[in-house]
C-alpha cells in the first residue's frame, strides 16, 4: 500500500515535458480562434461591460493553465501550489460569468445563426459546468499527480470549444456545427491516450472519467434540450425579453450583414 501511495504521489517520468506543449498548443489554438474572429471583423470591443469581464476570466484561465504546466516543468512546486488555490477562486467566477452571457445573449435572441437558441441556451452552462466539476476534481486529487494533471487537461479540453467554433466553417456545419466542436477537442484527450500508451504502455484511467465526462455533458444537454424540461427552461429565461419571440428550435436565417459578436 504504500508503493502505491507513493506512486500516486510521483509525476510519471516525461509527463512534464507532454503536458506543457498541450497547454502551448491549447493556447495557441484559442488565441488563434478569437484573434481570427477579431481580423474577420466578426467581434468588437464596443460590448457591455459584462461580455469584457468574461473576456478576461476566461483567457486568464489559459494564462493561469499554462503558468502552471511552466511551473511544473521548471520545478517550482510551491509557486505552483500557490496559484492552484487562485485558480480555484477563479473558476467559481467563471462559470457565473459564462452564464450571464449565455443568458444575455439568449434573452436578447442574438443567439449565432448555426445554433438553435434552446440548444446554445443549454450547451454553454452545461459545457462550463463540466469544466468546472473536472477542474474541482482536480485540484481535489491534486497529490495524485497523475489524475490531478489528466483531469486538468479534461476541463481545459472544453474551453477549447469556442476556439474552435470560430476556426471551424460553423455555417457549412449546420444543424451539428455543435457536435463538430465537440468532436474536434476531444482529439486532445485521446492524444493524452495515445502518449500514455507510447510512454507507459496503457491509458491512464483519468482519461477515461474526463472524455466520459464531456461525453455526459454532450447526453445532458440533448437530453435537456429535446426533452420536455428544455421549453420551460427558455420559456422562464426568456419571460418578458426579445428573445421570447425567436422560437427556441429553429435556426435563425443568416444575417444580411457581417455577423458579430459580443453585442450582449
Request: hydrophobic share 55%; proline share 8%; charged share 10%.
Amino acid at each position: 500500500m504504500a508503493t502505491i501511495a507513493q506512486s500516486n504521489l510521483a509525476p510519471s517520468v516525461g509527463d512534464e515535458r507532454f503536458f506543457l506543449k498541450s497547454a502551448i498548443i491549447m493556447a495557441i489554438c484559442i488565441v488563434a480562434g478569437f484573434s481570427f474572429q477579431l481580423a474577420m471583423g466578426r467581434s468588437t470591443f464596443a460590448s457591455p461591460i459584462r461580455v469584457h469581464i468574461h473576456a478576461v476570466l476566461f483567457m486568464g484561465w489559459v494564462a493561469i493553465y499554462l503558468t502552471q504546466n511552466l511551473l511544473v516543468a521548471t520545478d517550482r512546486i510551491h509557486l505552483h501550489r500557490r496559484l492552484g488555490w487562485l485558480a480555484a477562486a477563479w473558476m467559481v467566477a467563471m462559470v457565473v460569468s459564462g452564464t450571464i452571457v449565455t443568458v444575455a445573449m439568449v434573452r436578447a435572441g442574438v443567439v449565432p445563426f448555426f445554433f438553435q437558441p434552446l440548444h446554445f441556451l443549454v450547451f454553454d452552462p452545461v459545457a462550463v459546468l463540466t469544466f468546472a466539476g473536472l477542474t474541482t476534481a482536480a485540484i481535489l486529487l491534486r497529490r495524485r499527480t497523475e489524475w490531478h494533471r489528466r483531469l486538468h487537461f479534461a476541463g481545459m479540453t472544453i474551453l477549447l470549444a469556442p476556439a474552435f467554433g470560430r476556426l471551424l466553417p460553423m455555417p457549412l456545419l449546420q444543424p451539428w456545427s455543435w457536435e463538430a466542436t465537440v468532436a474536434v477537442t476531444l482529439l486532445f484527450p485521446v492524444f493524452g491516450m495515445w502518449a500514455d500508451v507510447r510512454r507507459s504502455g496503457q491509458v491512464h484511467p483519468a482519461w477515461w472519467w474526463g472524455v466520459s465526462a464531456i461525453l455526459g455533458s454532450v447526453l445532458l444537454t440533448q437530453a435537456i434540450t429535446y426533452g420536455p424540461l428544455g421549453p420551460n427552461i427558455y420559456d422562464a429565461v426568456t419571460a418578458g425579453y426579445p428573445g421570447a419571440t425567436v422560437p427556441p428550435l429553429e435556426f435563425a436565417p443568416p444575417p444580411e450583414g457581417p455577423l458579430m459578436t459580443g453585442r450582449s
